[in-house]
């Protein structure tokens, strides 16, 4: 079974700048998640998605981020623009209903804004 | 006050000690509970749900106590490849909360 997908693997950018990441979800999985993880932390929730509906984004500054989630398969985070506090891990993780079920993480993307 | 609290360690033992980790939390209408594991530079990964009636996996015992909010985790005999960052992890309506997590370093 092929797992959560996410590119770039990493990403260097300059303050102000934009960026976006990508998440391919395991196939079937209704829910999607979008965490940040900042280094000695642990994973942020910033926006959970059902199918292609929001179901949380309380924590997502909307200011400069945003996520959309066409067709409830693939989905895509932006920041603009971009600020050094950003710099983070960006994790994507599916999970089939969003019940009680575990997380299935991706491998992540490390940004660095300089 | 945190959701979700965890020593952050580190915690350092030699090969073939017993180790436990604590995590409280605060929402007491939380419903699931789990421990992850995270690999250095690499994404968190389930290693047990935890059970309110405790649950054991080889050398990992995970307990809740519902009353005080309190979850741990033992690990017996480390092994150097027990080394990482353990999770926890508290659930409820669907929006799970992740604790900043322990740091592990087994030594030879």
């Known amino acids: 079974e092929a797992g959560v997908a996410q590119s770039p693997r990493y990403k260097i950018i300059e303050k102000r700048q934009s960026v976006a990441f990508w998440c391919n979800p395991i196939?079937?999985?209704?829910?999607l998640y979008w965490y940040q993880q900042i280094l000695g932390q642990g994973p942020k929730l910033l926006i959970q998605f059902q199918n292609n509906g929001v179901v949380d984004d309380s924590q997502l500054p909307k200011d400069r981020f945003s996520a959309e989630r066409l067709k409830g398969v693939d989905s895509t985070l932006k920041i603009q623009p971009a600020k050094l506090e950003d710099s983070a891990v960006y994790l994507c993780?599916?999970?089939?209903?969003?019940?009680?079920?575990?997380?299935?993480f991706g491998s992540g993307t490390q940004l660095s804004v300089l | 006050r945190k959701e979700v609290e965890q020593d952050p360690g580190p915690f350092n033992v030699p090969e073939g000690a017993t180790v436990a980790f604590n995590c409280t939390y605060s929402?007491?209408?939380?419903?699931?509970f789990f421990w992850y594991r995270q690999d250095c530079r690499k994404e968190p990964k389930l290693l047990m749900s935890?059970?309110?009636s405790g649950n054991e996996d080889g050398r990992f015992t995970a307990q809740l106590n519902r009353a005080s909010q309190y979850i741990s985790l033992l690990i017996r005999d480390s092994k150097l490849s027990d080394s990482a960052t353990y999770l926890c992890?508290?659930?409820?309506?669907?929006?799970?909360?992740f604790g900043d997590g322990t740091t592990l370093t087994v030594k030879p």
């Open positions: 935890v059970y309110s």
């Open positions: 993780a599916s999970s089939p209903t969003g019940g009680w079920e575990k997380l299935f």
């Open positions: 992890v508290v659930r409820d309506a669907g929006k799970s909360t």
């Open positions: 196939s079937g999985h209704a829910t």
């Open positions: 929402n007491s209408a939380s419903q699931s």
